[in-house]
């Protein structure tokens, strides 16, 4: 069992960066191939970013490469993701998830744990 809890989340004007982290607790951390991911009311959850077990590949959506960077600290059993040059459409809830097979990393449905999510808001 792992528990995720996120942190970080707020409300921005556009072109700022915001930091969330995810602390995990449980089972070894750094077994897990970590993501993020986002929702807003109505719509399916989109895939932000996921980072290996060992840190080594990251992977994006489309909209987030080149803004967004994932990152992991596998001796503080802490995920991050840096944001910046924030746009409105990137309000949403954001959430942390850990992957226990270490594939399937861009669709939800292959994650095993996820956080309550933290909500970002981005003004115009």
């Known amino acids: 069992q792992v528990q995720l809890a996120e942190s970080g989340g707020g409300l921005v004007q556009a072109g700022v960066s915001l930091r969330l982290s995810c602390v995990a607790s449980g089972r070894t951390f750094s077994s897990y191939s970590m993501g993020w991911f986002r929702q807003t009311p109505g719509k399916e959850r989109e895939f932000v970013a996921a980072?290996?077990?060992?840190?080594?590949?990251?992977f994006y959506g489309v909209s987030m490469k080149g803004r967004f960077t994932i990152s992991r600290d596998n001796a503080k059993n802490t995920l991050f993701l840096q944001m910046n040059s924030l746009k409105p459409e990137d309000t949403a809830v954001y959430y942390c998830?850990?992957?226990?097979?270490?594939?399937?990393?861009?669709?939800?449905?292959?994650?095993?744990?996820w956080g309550q999510g933290t909500q970002v808001t981005v003004s115009s």
């Open positions: 980072i290996a077990w060992n840190g080594i590949s990251t």
């Open positions: 998830a850990a992957n226990r097979l270490n594939y399937g990393l861009g669709n939800p449905s292959g994650y095993d744990y």
